[in-house]
């Protein structure tokens, strides 16, 4: 399996404009979750998705961030308008069944940089 | 106060040398709890789960305090390759929580 694949690994923008982060999961796995990580607050969970169904969203900062999973092979996370402060990296990471044996699988990040 | 905290670090040791990292977590509800590693410009991947028994993966030992809310990840003999950003997560109701890290300078 290739693993999580994540696009576009590198993304700058200017304010405003639109964002879109895609994730693939590793095929099988019912869990997708999407972090994001800066130097100041570390590693974030935003949401997490269950058999392509939003479980938890409470670390979406707010209306500006959406994100979706139309079918189990993908997933996005969008943000519009984008601003200077979303400037991060992004994960998704993917895990089969029960949590409590803790291997996430993570992509190798998307870098925004919004200007 | 963060859910999960850990020593701010960094650390910079000599090759050979043991090293401690220390975390803390608030949430009694926390199930399970992990040491991931992450390499620069890198994702996070898991390196060990830790039991309360504690447990050993070569030169990796982790231990768990469930009554001081407390895990610690003990390095022995430490090698260029182990320098890296240590995580400590800990796991409850499928919320994986993240501390910020601790660095760790493996120097020749």
């Known amino acids: 399996d290739a693993g999580v694949i994540q696009s576009p690994r590198h993304e700058v923008t200017e304010m405003g404009q639109e964002v879109t982060l895609r994730c693939k999961p590793i095929?099988?796995?019912?869990?997708l979750f999407w972090y994001r990580q800066t130097m100041m607050r570390g590693l974030e969970l935003l949401i997490y998705?269950?058999?392509?169904?939003?479980?938890?969203d409470s670390g979406m900062p707010e209306d500006r961030f959406s994100a979706k999973m139309p079918n189990a092979s993908f997933s996005t996370l969008k943000i519009q308008p984008s601003e200077p402060r979303d400037s991060a990296v992004y994960f998704c990471?993917?895990?089969?069944?029960?949590?409590?044996?803790?291997?996430?699988?993570f992509g190798e990040g998307s870098r925004l940089t919004v200007l | 106060r963060k859910e999960v905290e850990q020593d701010p670090g960094p650390f910079n040791v000599p090759e050979g040398a043991t090293v401690a990292f220390n975390c803390t977590y608030s949430?009694?509800?926390?199930?399970?709890f992990f040491w991931y590693r992450q390499d620069c410009r890198k994702e996070p991947k898991l390196l060990m789960s830790?039991?309360?028994s504690g447990n050993e993966d070569g030169r990796f030992t982790a231990q768990l305090n469930r009554a001081s809310q407390y895990i610690s990840l003990l390095i022995r003999d430490s090698k260029l390759s182990d320098s890296a950003t240590y995580l400590c997560?800990?796991?409850?109701?499928?919320?994986?929580?993240f501390g910020p890290g601790t660095r760790l300078s493996v120097l020749p």
């Open positions: 990471a993917t895990l089969s069944g029960r949590g409590d044996t803790g291997e996430l699988f």
């Open positions: 095929s099988g796995h019912d869990y």
């Open positions: 998705f269950n058999n392509n169904v939003p479980i938890d």
């Open positions: 949430n009694s509800a926390s199930q399970s």
């Open positions: 830790v039991y309360s």
């Open positions: 997560v800990a796991y409850y109701g499928q919320n994986f929580v």
